[in-house]
C-alpha cells in the first residue's frame, strides 16, 4: 500500500504541520508516563486535574478538525455550540473511565491529522470561524493546535516544562500573548526583556519612562506571560509581577 502524504507543497505550513504533530507525539509521551490512578492528581491549572486536560486536549481535537472539515467541504461546521456547550463537554469528559479518555485523545489526534492531510491546496485559505468568533484562515487551525497541545502537555505537570517547547512555538505563543495585552491596554508600563545567549530583545511598553522590566530566558518568559510560573525570571522592581490576564 502505498503511503499517502499531506497535500498541501506549502513548505511553511508542513513546517507547521510537523511542530503540532511532533507536539502531539510529546503530549502523548508524557501521558503515557502517566498511570490511571495518576489521571486523578492535580494539573498546573487551577481547578483541573489531569483528567479536565485530558479531555480537553482531545476535544479540542475533534473541534478543530471540524473547522478543516468546514474548509473543505464549505459547510459550515462550527467548533462548538456555545461556550457552555465547550465548558459541560470538559467536565463530562472527566468523568470517563482511563482508558476511554485515552482512546479519546489516541483517536480524535489521528482525525485531526487526517483531516490536515487531505485538505486540498486551495483550501486552506478558505475562512472559518473560531469559537471566539474570528474569521481566519484554515491554515490558522495548525497552530491553534501546537499552541494548546505544546502547553497543556506542561500542565499536565509530569516533567514537561517550557524548555522543551520549541523556540519556533514560544515566540508565537508570546507575540500572541503580548498582542492580547496590547490590546487591552494591559501593557501599559511593562517591559519584557528576553535574553537567549548574547542576544537581548524586548517586548511591550517600549516608549514608558518608568517601565517594569520582566527580564529572561524565552521559555521562563513565556512560562511567567501565560500565568504558570515565575522561575528562572526577575525583575527591576526587585519583585516578578502577576502577568496581565492571556485569555
Given amino acids: ?16 504541520l510537523l511542530q503540532a504533530r511532533r507536539g502531539t507525539a510529546f503530549f502523548a509521551r508524557k501521558l503515557n508516563e502517566l498511570s490511571d490512578a495518576a489521571l486523578d492528581d492535580a494539573s498546573l491549572l487551577p481547578g483541573w486535574n489531569r483528567r479536565h486536560i485530558l479531555a480537553h486536549v482531545g476535544y479540542n481535537a475533534r473541534a478543530i478538525a471540524r473547522l478543516v472539515e468546514w474548509a473543505h467541504t ?7 455550540e456555545s461556550m457552555d456547550a465547550r465548558t459541560h463537554e470538559i467536565s463530562y469528559g472527566a468523568t470517563l473511565s482511563p482508558i476511554a479518555l485515552r482512546n479519546l485523545f489516541d483517536h ?8 490536515w492531510r487531505d485538505l486540498p491546496h486551495e483550501a486552506w485559505s478558505r475562512q472559518v470561524r473560531t469559537i471566539q468568533g ?12 501546537s499552541r494548546e497541545i505544546w502547553l497543556h502537555a506542561v500542565d499536565l505537570d ?27 491596554g494591559d501593557d501599559r508600563d511593562l517591559v519584557l526583556q528576553i535574553t537567549q545567549a548574547q542576544h537581548v530583545s524586548q517586548l511591550g511598553d517600549l516608549e514608558s519612562t518608568t517601565p517594569t522590566i520582566v527580564s529572561g530566558t524565552l521559555a521562563g518568559i513565556a512560562e511567567w506571560a501565560t500565568g504558570r510560573g515565575t522561575t528562572r525570571i526577575s525583575s527591576n522592581n526587585g519583585t516578578v509581577p502577576t502577568a496581565p490576564r492571556w485569555i
Avoid at 500500500?1 to 507547521?16: E, F, G, S, Y
Avoid at 507575540?175 to 492580547?180: E, I, L, M, R, S
Fill in 1 to 16: 500500500m502505498v503511503a499517502r502524504h499531506d497535500l498541501t507543497t506549502n513548505p511553511l505550513l508542513q513546517t507547521q
Fill in 74 to 80: 464549505e459547510v459550515e461546521t462550527p467548533m462548538y
Fill in 108 to 115: 480524535s489526534a489521528v482525525h485531526l491529522s487526517v483531516e
Fill in 134 to 145: 474570528r474569521e481566519v484562515p484554515a491554515s490558522e487551525t495548525v497552530w491553534m493546535r
Fill in 158 to 184: 509530569n516533567g514537561a516544562s517550557f524548555r522543551d517547547i520549541p523556540t519556533e512555538i514560544l515566540e508565537r505563543l508570546l507575540g500572541d500573548v503580548t498582542g492580547a495585552w496590547k490590546t487591552r
